[in-house]
């Protein structure tokens, strides 16, 4: 029997009278946002007042009924999904615990305290900002100084104290599900299921271990659902607390990551049985696949590669931080949007960082149900860790709960013990002779691979990310394990630096942008929007980074003309540096396999490394990452006045490329041109062929006024597109392109043709108050070659009909973002 206890509460601050309506699943901060005690903390500076807020403690209560029913139950539990973080729990005023971990489960036998009738649950939230500074004043450990100082000392998601990206907003609340749980004689404790794959055969192991608290014999059915219906089903009668119930399915349809096949889930039901009736249940979902990560000596290392059912694949993707500091305002609804905008992008892998917090079941499920393979890091990250006894007890606690609820994706590709904590250790210059050091060893080469042995055999564990394999041991080498790379930004490189390193695995890598002006207009007034100014560098948390962006900026473009140009800018400086780093990995596919780029999304309106802004509006980035992500990548390395075409084949077919290209002046008038034809074996990269134009371009103002286009065709279709300056953009002579565009109505999308009549280099499309996704952005044309593209209406942030669409849209190029008059004059 299960009673939910979410919906509607009541909350007030400890030690006032006060009282606001609150809702569970929720937090203090989004309770008081919606009860008007607040402002939206999101909003020019607003972000100071959540220290005071979150320095208070906050009492939590509501009234439900009880029936004899539920009391006439064995036991009857009180489940708490997520306590953020410090609380006390009271039930008719008995103490039933205390918590103090915002990842764990907990669950309290609470029958002795329940009445029948009315009853009273109390929760105690207590300041974290309190709890962390008596740590941090006891003793100081090591992180990062955008953080709240202690903020390492109680298990909460780092990032709400503050982040190089993220707020300094440390909610707390009931932020999951609360119910009442009744049970007799038994219940099921765990179901864990073994995968062994054979020829054109699977075996399925489901563990299932139950607690029993009275004697004799019970049931344990377990039953299989496959996509297409057949059912597999088998009972045991035992007296045992721990079965193991085997199936072996022939001809399985297998699970593919996106781009490789599709994701075909399976239902497993697990039943326990007295006398006929159902004692509990549980079902989950299960995708029957092989994930492993190769790590061996090879000729230039040791390799760092995902290999699913037999496959060594590229990884393609990026890193995701929590979708909102305001925990509350997330939903399955919102990530879904989320994950489809990353297979829409090519995407076959994301990353779940060490800073923020275990996801929702919704989002395994999601991935499962798209083939996003999930980067699993545990919830560490930039910091020294004090394991006292307590500590490695929650600790412990809190990574059963974790393995146990998402081992069962299909989606789950591996486990990392943190985020650059083992590379702190040996770069970020924290002493070398602390006892801390010792502790690292304890969780990260200890406990945690440990459990992951005991609860997860069968997927893999890496102690720290970046790492060549732990213990210290060169966690930057280039040419063993996974490596973040951020000289470039950082280290204020170019982005052609990116092609000195033929990184095994790159797990992060990053450059920044601002966002839109729509997006900066919900956080700004008119007289903030200048990017020095204080308000847009409270949406700036890494320092000095608007003035890198302007630093990259002055050596690639002409100074924008305004503000929102300016925005428009940093996005594709932004969509240029990832494209370097990820299509010279492309092409060394093989000796490098993944990309990961740093980062995804965002959890309120920033200036950061993200590609989807907090609004889900894409920046340039994501759709650059479409391009660059292409399961067949045609790319273009430029070096002086030569160009190498190379053709990246991530599919599991092999495919024969057409490439044509065209040298053109900047109206698009060819001077030379030629097509090629080279066979691409699958999961391969090859150069097709390297161009010279050194007698074309001997005059150096020709490389200002010349472009190469290539175009690659796949089965006679045209697939992609490129083009290469031999000059940077500030340099290029670009005349007027004079954009054209043309909207038709379709019944499910709108079909755009867009054209031009001379070169038109990074060509943006949007619209004026809503939002949608076009099916390509940030594209260049050629004059004479238009580009067509669509928008599904569901994309649509508003309906709109064909005439308000047109209405609407704005067009424009890098060539506008200058002053042109000012330039020419």
Same mark, same amino acid.
């Not at 909460?156 to 609360?178: C, E, L, N, T, Y």
């Not at 406990?447 to 609860?455: F, G, S």
């Not at 990310?465 to 394990?481: A, H, I, L, T």
């Given at each position: 029997?299960?009673?939910?206890?979410?919906?509607?509460?009541?909350?007030?601050?400890?030690?006032?009278?006060?009282?606001?309506?609150?809702?569970?699943?929720?937090?203090?901060?989004?309770?008081?946002?919606?009860?008007?005690?607040?402002?939206?903390?999101?909003?020019?500076?607003?972000?100071?007042?959540?220290?005071?807020?979150?320095?208070?403690?906050?009492?939590?209560?509501?009234?439900?009924?009880?029936?004899?029913?539920?009391?006439?139950?064995?036991?009857?539990?009180?489940?708490?999904?997520?306590?953020?973080?410090?609380?006390?729990?009271?039930?008719?005023?008995?103490? *039933?615990?205390?918590?103090?971990?915002?990842?764990?489960?907990? =669950?309290?036998? &609470?029958?002795?305290?329940?009445?029948?009738?009315?009853?009273?649950? /109390?929760?105690?939230?207590?300041?974290?900002?309190?709890?962390?500074?008596?740590?941090?004043?006891?003793?100081?450990?090591?992180?990062?100084?955008?953080?709240?100082? %202690?903020?390492?000392?109680?298990?909460?998601?780092?990032?709400?104290?503050?982040?190089?990206?993220?707020?300094?907003?440390? @909610?707390?609340?009931?932020?999951?599900?609360?119910?009442?749980? %009744?049970?007799?004689?038994?219940?099921?404790? @765990? *179901?864990?299921?073994?995968?062994?794959?054979?020829?054109?055969?699977?075996?399925?192991?489901?563990?299932?271990?139950? =607690?029993?608290?009275?004697?004799?014999?019970?049931?344990?059915? *377990?039953?299989?659902?496959?996509?297409?219906?057949?059912?597999?089903? =088998?009972?045991?009668?035992?007296?045992?607390?721990?079965?193991?119930?085997?199936?072996?399915?022939?001809?399985?349809?297998?699970?593919?990551?996106?781009?490789?096949?599709?994701?075909?889930?399976?239902?497993?039901?697990?039943?326990?049985?007295?006398?006929? /009736?159902?004692?509990?249940?549980?079902?989950?979902?299960?995708?029957?696949?092989?994930?492993?990560?190769?790590?061996?000596?090879?000729?230039? +290392?040791?390799?760092?590669?995902?290999?699913?059912?037999?496959? #060594?694949?590229?990884?393609?993707?990026?890193?995701?931080?929590?979708?909102?500091?305001?925990?509350?305002?997330?939903?399955?609804?919102?990530?879904?949007?989320?994950?489809?905008?990353?297979?829409?992008?090519?995407?076959?892998?994301?990353? *779940?960082?060490?800073?923020?917090?275990?996801?929702?079941?919704?989002?395994?499920?999601?991935?499962?149900?798209?083939?996003?393979?999930?980067?699993?890091?545990?919830?560490?990250?930039?910091?020294?860790?004090?394991?006292?006894?307590?500590?490695?007890?929650?600790?412990?606690?809190?990574?059963?709960?974790?393995?146990?609820?998402?081992?069962?994706?299909?989606?789950?590709?591996?486990?990392?013990?943190?985020?650059?904590?083992?590379?702190?250790?040996?770069?970020?210059?924290?002493?070398?002779?602390?006892?801390?050091?010792?502790?690292?060893?304890?969780?990260?080469?200890?406990?945690?691979?440990?459990?992951?042995?005991?609860?997860?055999?069968?997927?893999?564990?890496?102690?720290?990310?970046?790492?060549?394999? %732990?213990?210290?041991?060169?966690?930057?080498?280039?040419?063993?394990?996974?490596?973040?790379?951020?000289?470039?930004?950082?280290?204020?490189?170019?982005?052609?630096?990116?092609?000195?390193?033929?990184?095994?695995?790159?797990?992060?890598?990053?450059?920044?942008?601002?966002?839109?002006?729509?997006?900066?207009?919900?956080?700004?007034?008119?007289? @903030?929007?200048?990017?020095?100014?204080?308000?847009?560098?409270?949406?700036?948390?890494?320092?000095?980074?608007?003035?890198?962006?302007?630093?990259?900026?002055?050596?690639?473009?002409?100074?924008?003309?305004?503000?929102?140009?300016?925005?428009?800018?940093?996005?594709?400086?932004?969509?240029?540096?990832?494209?370097? +780093? &990820?299509?010279?990995?492309?092409?060394?596919? %093989?000796?490098?396999?993944?990309?990961?780029?740093?980062?995804?999304?965002?959890?309120?309106?920033?200036?950061?490394?993200?590609?989807?802004?907090?609004?889900?509006?894409?920046?340039?980035?994501?759709?650059?990452?479409?391009?660059?992500?292409?399961?067949?990548?045609?790319?273009?390395?430029?070096? +002086?006045?030569? &160009?190498?075409?190379?053709?990246?084949?991530?599919?599991?077919?092999?495919?024969?490329?057409?490439?044509?290209?065209?040298?053109?002046?900047?109206?698009?008038?060819?001077?030379?041109?030629?097509?090629?034809?080279?066979?691409?074996?699958?999961?391969?990269?090859?150069?097709?062929?390297?161009?010279?134009?050194? +007698?074309?371009?001997?005059?150096?103002?020709?490389? /200002?006024?010349?472009?190469?286009?290539?175009?690659?065709?796949?089965?006679?279709?045209?697939?992609?597109?490129?083009?290469?300056?031999?000059?940077?953009?500030?340099?290029?002579?670009?005349?007027?392109?004079?954009?054209?565009?043309?909207?038709?109505?379709?019944?499910?999308?709108?079909?755009?043709?867009?054209?031009?009549?001379?070169?038109?280099?990074?060509?943006?499309?949007?619209?004026?108050?809503? @939002?949608?996704?076009?099916?390509?952005?940030?594209?260049?044309?050629?004059?004479?070659?238009?580009?067509?593209?669509?928008?599904?209406?569901?994309?649509? #942030?508003?309906?709109? #009909?064909?005439?308000?669409?047109?209405?609407?849209?704005?067009?424009?190029?890098?060539?506008?973002?200058?002053?042109?008059?000012?330039?020419?004059?």
């Amino acid at each position: 029997m299960q009673i939910k206890l979410n919906g509607s509460w009541e909350m007030k601050t400890k030690g006032e009278e006060k009282i606001i309506e609150a809702v569970v699943p929720g937090s203090v901060m989004n309770d008081l946002l919606q009860a008007k005690q607040i402002d939206d903390p999101f909003f020019r500076d607003h972000e100071d007042q959540a220290y005071d807020i979150a320095a208070k403690d906050y009492v939590y209560s509501m009234k439900f009924t009880v029936s004899s029913d539920l009391l006439g139950y064995d036991r009857v539990l009180v489940r708490f999904e997520g306590l953020d973080t410090l609380t006390e729990i009271h039930l008719n005023g008995y103490e *039933v615990a205390q918590t103090d971990n915002m990842h764990r489960i907990y =669950e309290f036998d &609470v029958k002795d305290f329940l009445v029948e009738g009315q009853n009273t649950l /109390r929760v105690t939230l207590f300041s974290p900002i309190q709890f962390i500074a008596e740590k941090h004043a006891q003793q100081p450990l090591n992180g990062v100084e955008h953080a709240i100082e %202690g903020y390492q000392s109680i298990r909460k998601a780092h990032s709400m104290f503050g982040w190089d990206w993220g707020p300094k907003i440390p @909610d707390q609340g009931i932020w999951r599900d609360v119910s009442l749980l %009744g049970f007799n004689e038994a219940r099921i404790e @765990d *179901v864990y299921v073994q995968q062994h794959h054979s020829s054109c055969r699977v075996k399925l192991d489901v563990k299932v271990s139950t =607690e029993k608290w009275k004697s004799g014999d019970m049931g344990m059915e *377990v039953s299989i659902l496959s996509p297409q219906g057949t059912v597999w089903h =088998e009972h045991v009668k035992t007296d045992q607390t721990q079965e193991t119930i085997s199936f072996t399915i022939e001809n399985p349809d297998l699970w593919w990551p996106n781009g490789y096949g599709n994701q075909p889930l399976y239902r497993v039901k697990t039943e326990l049985k007295k006398d006929g /009736r159902t004692v509990d249940a549980k079902e989950m979902t299960i995708g029957l696949r092989t994930i492993e990560v190769k790590h061996e000596p090879d000729q230039w +290392g040791e390799s760092f590669a995902f290999r699913v059912n037999g496959l #060594s694949l590229f990884a393609m993707g990026a890193n995701y931080i929590p979708e909102d500091s305001l925990l509350p305002r997330t939903n399955a609804k919102r990530t879904e949007k989320l994950i489809r905008d990353c297979t829409e992008a090519n995407f076959n892998m994301i990353r *779940v960082w060490g800073g923020g917090h275990y996801p929702d079941d919704y989002f395994y499920d999601l991935c499962d149900q798209y083939g996003l393979i999930v980067w699993q890091d545990f919830m560490f990250a930039c910091s020294v860790y004090d394991i006292t006894k307590e500590f490695e007890h929650t600790i412990k606690w809190e990574a059963v709960d974790t393995i146990k609820r998402i081992r069962h994706h299909a989606s789950l590709g591996m486990w990392c013990g943190n985020n650059e904590v083992e590379e702190a250790w040996e770069h970020w210059g924290w002493p070398e002779r602390s006892k801390y050091r010792s502790h690292y060893i304890k969780l990260f080469e200890g406990l945690l691979p440990d459990l992951v042995e005991q609860l997860d055999p069968q997927t893999f564990y890496w102690s720290s990310s970046p790492s060549s394999g %732990g213990s210290f041991d060169q966690p930057k080498n280039p040419d063993v394990g996974d490596v973040h790379y951020w000289e470039v930004w950082h280290g204020l490189k170019p982005f052609t630096e990116y092609r000195k390193y033929h990184f095994r695995f790159c797990s992060e890598f990053g450059f920044q942008s601002f966002p839109s002006l729509k997006t900066v207009k919900t956080y700004t007034l008119p007289e @903030d929007r200048n990017v020095f100014s204080y308000v847009m560098e409270k949406h700036q948390k890494n320092d000095g980074a608007n003035g890198k962006i302007l630093s990259y900026l002055a050596d690639t473009f002409l100074y924008p003309k305004d503000f929102d140009f300016l925005l428009y800018t940093s996005q594709l400086l932004q969509g240029e540096a990832i494209k370097y +780093g &990820v299509e010279h990995w492309r092409r060394n596919r %093989g000796r490098c396999m993944g990309s990961l780029y740093w980062q995804l999304n965002d959890c309120w309106p920033v200036a950061s490394w993200s590609s989807v802004d907090y609004y889900g509006r894409w920046k340039a980035l994501h759709y650059f990452a479409k391009r660059f992500y292409a399961p067949v990548l045609l790319s273009l390395k430029e070096e +002086g006045t030569g &160009v190498e075409l190379h053709v990246t084949n991530d599919t599991l077919q092999d495919v024969t490329a057409e490439i044509e290209w065209k040298l053109r002046t900047n109206s698009s008038e060819i001077l030379k041109q030629g097509k090629m034809k080279k066979d691409i074996p699958s999961l391969s990269a090859v150069m097709c062929e390297a161009l010279s134009f050194a +007698g074309e371009l001997e005059k150096k103002a020709k490389t /200002r006024e010349t472009y190469l286009e290539a175009v690659l065709f796949l089965d006679g279709k045209q697939t992609a597109s490129s083009t290469v300056l031999f000059t940077k953009p500030k340099h290029f002579a670009f005349l007027d392109p004079g954009l054209k565009f043309s909207v038709e109505e379709k019944e499910d999308h709108l079909h755009l043709i867009v054209s031009s009549s001379a070169f038109a280099k990074y060509t943006e499309l949007d619209l004026n108050d809503a @939002d949608c996704t076009f099916s390509d952005n940030y594209f260049d044309i050629s004059a004479g070659s238009p580009v067509f593209l669509t928008v599904q209406k569901d994309s649509l #942030s508003i309906p709109l #009909s064909l005439e308000q669409f047109k209405n609407q849209l704005k067009i424009r190029s890098i060539y506008d973002s200058a002053q042109r008059s000012m330039i020419e004059a």
